[in-house]
């Protein structure tokens, strides 16, 4: 699943890593010879096959932007 609107906005959100994170971040990124930041994207994107979704939408409090999440169960 991939949005337009997502790719083409301004990022806001610049996370601090663990060292291990960050370890890990830049080989996976080496590995799918993309930068940092699309690895982080490619892998929460993929979250939801991991995690359950009706979880995380019971657990969310912002129900705002369903529309972009990776886990709305509505995508």
Do not use: H
């Not at 960050?22 to 080989?27: E, I």
């Not at 993929?46 to 529309?67: T, W």
């Amino acid at each position: 699943m991939q949005n337009n609107i997502l790719e083409t906005t301004k990022r806001f959100y610049s996370p601090q890593f663990s060292a291990i994170a960050a370890v890990s971040v830049r080989r996976l990124a080496w590995a799918l010879g993309k930068s940092m930041i699309d690895t982080m994207d490619y892998v929460v994107m993929r979250l939801p096959s991991i995690i359950d979704q009706a979880e995380v939408c019971k657990s969310c409090r912002d129900n705002s932007r369903c529309s972009f999440c990776a886990f709305s169960l509505k995508n």
